[in-house]
């Protein structure tokens, strides 16, 4: 029952990295630090977290996050340039709650982590595509909020059911599966009206002339 726990945080830090790497990295450093969760002995490698140099360099990134995560097509830029870095970050999270098993299990445990992370930042990153090609800025903000919101609740779940946290998890990225299709052929849709009217100007000048 404890390696399931420890499974779980591993896999849960990850997928919630997946979304947001540095508000997962920050909130859970600041907890630790101010002792608002008390950390159980299999779960000690974690203490790390709770240094003032990773809380302060978290929380700035973050910061950059947060404005960034919240423009048009920006937010995209962003996602783009963390396709590599946010299921790195995860697995290295899952590697971290584990503390020093067996090279084996580190290994499988990190490829796990970091697929749930990318899986986890894939669905985040199509979301956003999506909600770019819309005229209104708000589904942007109100994705991005929500998606904080998401990692503060998981987090918060994680610490008193560790195991059904990655059920939800797993439930979530299953859902995203089989949604994907939709909104791939909504975001091909949306880009296709989008080129439509950028070439309408240039048909109507060359008629004209």
């Given amino acids: 029952m404890e390696k399931l726990d420890l499974l779980g945080v591993a896999l849960g830090l990850a997928a919630l990295a997946g979304v947001n790497l540095y508000l997962t990295v920050f909130a859970t450093g600041l907890a630790i630090h101010f002792h608002w969760i008390t950390l159980a002995p299999q779960y000690q490698s974690l203490e790390v977290l709770g240094n003032p140099w990773i809380i302060s360099i978290a929380g700035f990134l973050y910061l950059l996050e947060f404005f960034a995560d919240k423009i048009p097509w920006v937010d995209s830029i962003w996602d783009a340039v963390h396709t590599v870095i946010r299921p790195i970050g995860g697995a290295l999270l899952a590697i971290q709650v584990l503390g020093h098993p067996s090279p084996a299990f580190t290994v499988i445990v990190a490829l796990l982590a970091g697929g749930t992370s990318l899986i986890a930042h894939t669905a985040k990153a199509a979301t956003r595509l999506a909600s770019n090609t819309s005229p209104e800025p708000l589904s942007n903000i109100g994705l991005s909020l929500g998606e904080d919101t998401a990692v503060l609740g998981g987090l918060t779940l994680m ?9 939800i998890f797993l439930i979530v990225i299953g859902a995203f599966f089989y949604f994907a299709r939709r909104i791939l052929r909504s ?13 309408e100007p240039a048909s109507r000048n060359a008629s004209v002339q």
């Fill in 159 to 167: 610490q008193f059911n560790p195991l059904l946290a990655l059920i």
């Fill in 187 to 199: 975001i091909k849709g949306k880009i296709g009206l989008v080129r439509k009217k950028w070439n």
